[in-house]
């Protein structure tokens, strides 16, 4: 990721830099094989998600920008929202 990226991977944890990052803009990493999702909200609170569903991860390693990742979150709330 390109050193304005707000998210930094290092080998002890996630360094999160909230005063990079556009509010509602959502920005991701794969941090020990596992997938965060961080936005700030419109009240500048962070937000952070651990995203479990092997699908949805595939598809956001696949496409990940910010607008992709919000479809394909969106997507998988509807399928959830359809077995329910």
Same mark, same amino acid.
């Not at 990052?21 to 009240?43: A, G, N, T, V």
């Not at 509807?78 to 077995?83: A, D, F, I, L, P």
């Given at each position: ?30 941090? *020990?094989?596992? $997938?965060?999702?961080?936005? +700030?909200?419109?009240? %500048?609170? &962070? ?22 990742? *919000?479809?394909? $979150?969106?997507?998988?709330? +509807?399928?959830?929202? %359809?077995? &329910?």
């Amino acid at each position: 990721m390109a050193e304005d990226y707000p998210i930094i991977v290092k080998e002890d944890g996630i360094v999160v830099k909230p005063k990079m990052m556009k509010s509602d803009e959502i920005y991701h990493c794969f941090y *020990r094989d596992k $997938l965060y999702l961080f936005f +700030k909200d419109e009240q %500048e609170l &962070l937000n952070c998600y651990k995203v479990e569903d092997k699908e949805a991860i595939e598809a956001i390693k696949a496409n990940p920008d910010s607008d992709s990742i *919000r479809n394909i $979150l969106e997507e998988c709330a +509807k399928k959830q929202r %359809e077995k &329910l």
